[in-house]
């Protein structure tokens, strides 16, 4: 059995080598390395991120949503998954749940890039 110590670096490894995957655009290997550095560590939060965003791309908008929902959940400042959960709603067609989680990634992240379009999109009514 892995020790803790060895086992976040086995899934710090996967999540890395699932963020190159996705780099080059090969999201079959970025999904699949990204779910197993959730499976070794279920408070993977940037693994979680990566495996919606490649789930997003394949059309599974409702379980991309549960997974950026359950780093939501441990951790409420998460920018990114903030931002991309608002991406999900305005795709399933619910602007006003995305609207909030706009709002609350232009607080969060107020530098990022992406801050100023949250800030409009969360006031559209």
């Given at each position: ?9 086995q899934?710090?490894?996967?999540y ?5 995957a ?8 970025a ?7 959730v ?5 993977a ?10 789930l ?11 997974l ?10 998460h ?8 991406r999900?709603?305005?795709l ?6 995305a609207?909030?989680?706009f ?8 530098d990022?890039p992406?801050?100023?379009?949250a ?7």
């Amino acid at each position: 059995a892995l020790r803790a110590p060895d086992m976040q670096l086995q899934q710090q490894a996967y999540y890395n080598l699932g963020r190159l995957a996705w780099d080059r655009g090969d999201l079959d290997r970025a999904a699949q390395l990204s779910r197993h550095a959730v499976e070794l560590d279920a408070s993977a939060s940037d693994a979680k991120v990566l495996l919606a965003l490649c789930l997003e791309r394949q059309g599974r908008l409702d379980e991309a949503a549960r997974l950026l929902e359950s780093v939501l959940a441990a951790l409420p400042w998460h920018a990114e998954a903030l931002f991309n959960l608002g991406r999900l709603e305005l795709l399933r067609g619910r602007p006003a749940a995305a609207r909030p989680l706009f709002a609350r990634f232009a607080r969060t992240a107020p530098d990022d890039p992406d801050a100023l379009e949250a800030s409009a999109l969360s006031a559209e009514k």
